[in-house]
């Protein structure tokens, strides 16, 4: 949980571990919706409006879906909550967002964590692996 101004910030997961196996391209394909985290899809609540990579999203309880590619990630919030992490839940999503990955050292279990924040705005990170997935969260204006 993070707390940007007066909005609070809460992501709720699942940590699986890498073990050795190879994640993005492998073990998670490239091209496909996948939920990171294990069993009951990922969820991330806001206490008010935010934007994320500079676009609008309302307050409320979503579940967080992602697109890996070598290059660009898509970023999906969906009002399916709660549900399980499979099969994607198609033609419930809020929002679509793009987030260049960004190489990092190892991180064993995947991990969601708030490494910039400024009072009002803040960048969330999914890390697992070497791959980590910046989300930039600051208030709806």
């Known amino acids: 949980m993070q707390r ?3 909005t609070t910030v809460e992501v709720r997961y699942s940590r699986p571990s890498a073990r050795g196996r190879e994640l993005f391209g492998a073990l998670v394909p490239w091209g496909r919706p996948w939920t990171p985290g294990a069993d009951t899809a990922t969820s991330i609540a806001f206490s008010e409006a935010v934007r994320v990579n500079g676009q609008p999203l309302s307050a409320g309880t979503y ?3 992602m697109i890996p590619s070598e290059a660009r990630w898509t970023v999906i919030f969906s ?3 709660p ?3 499979l099969p994607y839940p198609q033609g419930r999503d809020v929002l679509r967002v793009e987030s260049t990955p960004r190489e990092g050292t190892h991180m064993e279990l ?3 964590y708030f ?4 009072g009002l705005t803040g960048e969330l990170v999914m890390h697992w692996g070497t791959t980590v997935v910046p989300i930039a969260i600051d208030p709806a204006r």
């Open 79 to 81: 009002s399916a909550h």
């Open 4 to 6: 940007l101004g007066g």
């Open 63 to 65: 579940t967080i879906w």
């Open 110 to 112: 995947l991990t969601f």
């Open 115 to 118: 490494p910039d924040v400024d």
């Open 83 to 85: 549900v399980w992490h």
